[in-house]
């Protein structure tokens, strides 16, 4: 098993979901074309999953109490799960596995024409980075850019004035014939 420290800011939603289990979850439901080949995508899913360690990572209390990555075979169905049901396919994930950006990366992969072979660069890589990382200049660069501002920025229909909404997200992925077919027309 492959066990490493958790960033600052994964540590900090978890400890900010012990109350809330569902706080960082996210969902998406992604409308599938009729003829998208559902077993040969479930397929594709499954290598996805097995290319990307952050898929197959939990999260355990070391022995001082500490968070850590866990890495493990398969993916953590509290974590990450994906299913194929009645043409959509459905997703969720903890934000503390995968961010906005890195949800792109994924979808980009899966729908992509050409899918990606051998291993993700792991996670841990970035965490060894990120904690070699000097931030004085980086505090420094947003104190100029924010200087005094100190208010949140409110959502509109949020229950919270500096609250998120909780919604799941869906995507429609458009047929592809359907699109050559107004490319064409253009």
Not at 113 to 121: F, K, L, V
């Amino acid at each position: 098993m492959k066990r490493f420290g958790l960033t600052p800011a994964q540590e900090a939603m978890l400890i900010d979901a012990i109350n809330e289990p569902s706080r960082y979850i996210t969902r998406l439901r992604i409308a599938l074309p009729k003829d998208s080949g559902e077993s040969a995508l479930a397929a594709r899913l499954q290598r996805l999953i097995k290319r990307h360690e952050a898929l197959r990572t939990t999260f355990i209390r070391g022995a001082s109490g500490e968070f850590l990555h866990e890495v493990t075979d398969s993916a953590d169905e509290k974590l990450f799960s994906a299913e194929i049901i009645n043409g959509e396919l459905k997703i969720a994930f903890h934000h503390a596995l995968l961010d906005g950006w890195s949800i792109g990366v994924l979808l980009n992969e899966l729908f992509g024409e050409q899918e990606p072979t051998g291993q993700a660069p792991p996670f841990r890589y970035y965490k060894k980075w990120l904690s070699s990382r000097d931030y004085s200049k980086d505090l420094a660069w947003y104190k100029r850019y924010l200087g005094e501002h100190t208010a949140c920025t409110a959502f509109p229909n949020a229950d919270e004035p500096c609250g998120y909404e909780r919604r799941g997200l869906f995507f429609s992925i458009p047929d592809p014939a359907l699109l050559r077919q107004r490319a064409a027309e253009l």
